[in-house]
């Protein structure tokens, strides 16, 4: 069967674009399918107020161009949406990816052929297009959860999902305001929108923990700085587990004495963002190190929230870091304004929404916009609503029924010529999604450029070596206290999803060192045909 192209790319987020340009870059033929009408991806779709990276601007950017490092210019210490997709964009531009990415487009299905070793993929647009290789770049956090409540169709008014925000903004003022859930992205809305509202009622299943931003314009200076050494910032992130450059506390928690401890909390508290939990090197391996932290937050809950069972409810009584930590500009101090009402629904679910609002623990709560800030079904979601097949037509959702099977995050048995960027079993969404993305697509890329080199036409991970390292990625998920609560990292925020933590818990650089030690011995688990 004659192919359209090379390699059919989903998706025009920062994975899809990058793995656009190196594949021009190596001569190959290569088409990207986007649902959105621009490129972004997370950054296109999620445009809720307060919408932020969590990761520092400087940090979370490309690096495999020094030029496009020196020219662009980040004005925050945490970018907002609108500046990252403008960054985005600015990529699209530069690189001229556009006149390759069919906008407006979803992939619903793309099945192996065994005759002719293509993949045959199809578009909700009606396109059938054949290509030697797919690589999905459907984002780990793409797929947005839409709770199944009873009643949601009938609400009157307006809802909207954080996920799938619209383009031309919301004005609440005025307005009175439910929203459900109290994850990344309720903590990042609710301040600005308990702003705007004449009311707003939270509803909270799980109370989390988040830390300080800390925001800030970016002083020139600093960024004369972080530019003139780019190059070293990066190795030194490349070389700690998440990716980011930052410092790390060798200690440990429980056994530094009380005062010294607190003042290293303060310290980092002060700070602010993601480095809280590097305090001190056993907060997710020990239960006893993991509480001190914990009740740090909790403490600084109750200085901030006036009222104590309000306080009391926003508390987390579960691991911190466990779920993902959030990162917020006032999240707590929004709870003491007269117009903001915490609703703790953890011992009852939601028991209908109504025409008018919705109804817990027999009340009915009544406002004119609901707001569902309800995350995502995580990195299976994106690609199982995409009808997968592989050998003899299996479907990947059949042969994902018990959990996502993968070797490297990269590929599946069964699958062949089909990659996944930050796909389940990679580190992905424990790490700084940009220079994981980053390695990703050079893997695939300089994969793809030894096959040609060899004659090869098709690679298929081998089932063992695919066994080999889901047992090793949930071994190594078992020895932390990551895996202990009911998060998306193991599917729990999805009735039905089976429990298994998807991504690889073993950090960046033992991650790329297997990666490379795979290329080294001939890409060992691998066959090629
Ligand atoms: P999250 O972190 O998955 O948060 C979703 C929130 O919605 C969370 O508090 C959930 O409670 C809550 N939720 C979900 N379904 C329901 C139902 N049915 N009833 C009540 N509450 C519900 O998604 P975000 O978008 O905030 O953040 C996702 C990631 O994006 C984040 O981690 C960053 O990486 C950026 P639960 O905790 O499940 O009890």
């Not at 997709?85 to 065994?114: C, G, P, Q, W």
């Not at 037509?393 to 930050?422: C, H, Q, R």
């Not at 933590?501 to 060992?524: D, H, N, S, T, W």
């Amino acid at each position: 069967m004659k192919t359209d192209f090379d390699v059919i790319v989903i998706g025009a987020g920062f994975a899809g674009m990058y793995m656009l340009h190196r594949l021009r870059g190596l001569g190959f033929s290569a088409r990207v399918i986007e649902a959105g009408k621009g490129v972004g991806g997370t950054w296109y779709w999620n445009r809720y107020p307060g919408a932020r990276c969590d990761v520092e601007s400087v940090q979370y950017s490309y690096q495999f161009d020094p030029e496009l490092e020196q020219e662009w210019e980040w004005t925050e210490r945490y970018a907002t949406q609108p500046e990252i997709l403008k960054y985005a964009n600015h990529v699209a531009d530069r690189y001229d990816l556009r006149r390759d990415i069919r906008f407006e487009t979803r992939v619903t299905k793309a099945a192996f052929d065994e005759s002719d070793k293509v993949w045959l993929v199809e578009t909700d647009k009606g396109d059938r297009v054949v290509a030697r290789f797919v690589v999905a770049a459907s984002g780990c956090l793409s797929a947005p959860n839409t709770p199944r409540i009873e009643g949601l169709a009938d609400f009157a008014g307006p809802t909207y999902h954080t996920g799938n925000w619209p383009h031309e903004g919301v004005d609440f003022t005025g307005k009175t305001v439910g929203l459900i859930g109290t994850g990344s992205s309720a903590i990042q809305s609710i301040p600005i929108i308990a702003r705007q509202a004449r009311h707003l009622t939270v509803f909270q299943r799980t109370a989390n923990y988040t830390i300080p931003a800390h925001n800030r314009p970016l002083d020139p200076a600093y960024v004369a700085e972080v530019k003139a050494s780019y190059r070293e910032m990066r190795k030194r992130a490349k070389g700690l587990p998440a990716g980011i450059d930052l410092k790390i506390n060798m200690a440990s928690a429980i056994e530094t004495p009380d005062e010294e401890r607190r003042r290293l909390y303060q310290e980092r508290w002060d700070y602010g963002g993601f480095g809280f939990m590097a305090a001190f090197s056993d907060l997710l391996l020990n239960d006893r190190s993991n509480k001190t932290a914990a009740d740090f937050v909790r403490a600084k809950i109750r200085e901030t929230v006036a009222d104590p069972a309000t306080a009391e409810a926003l508390a987390p009584t579960n691991i911190i870091g466990c779920k993902r930590l959030c990162v917020d500009t006032g999240y707590w101090a929004s709870f003491n304004r007269p117009n903001v009402t915490l609703v703790d629904i953890r011992d009852t679910a939601i028991e209908r929404i109504t025409p008018t609002g919705l109804r817990v623990k027999g009340t009915d709560h009544a406002f004119d916009c609901l707001v569902l800030a309800t995350g995502f079904d995580a990195m299976t979601g994106a690609l199982l609503r995409i009808d997968i097949r592989g050998r003899g037509g299996v479907a990947l959702k059949d042969k994902w029924s018990e959990g996502p099977k993968a070797y490297l995050g990269l590929t599946m048995a069964g699958f062949p010529n089909l990659f996944t960027i930050t796909g389940p079993g990679s580190p992905s969404v424990l790490t700084n999604m940009l220079p994981s993305i980053e390695q990703h697509v050079d893997w695939i890329a300089d994969c793809l450029a030894a096959m040609r080199q060899k004659g090869a036409t098709v690679i298929e991970a081998e089932k063992s070596a695919e066994e080999a390292w889901v047992g090793h990625v949930g071994e190594s998920a078992g020895n932390t206290l990551r895996s202990t609560c009911s998060s998306w990292y193991v599917g729990a925020n999805i009735p039905g999803k089976p429990r298994v933590f998807m991504p690889y818990i073993g950090g960046l650089p033992a991650y790329i060192e297997r990666c490379e030690a795979v290329v080294a011995k001939g890409y060992e688990g691998f066959a090629f045909g």
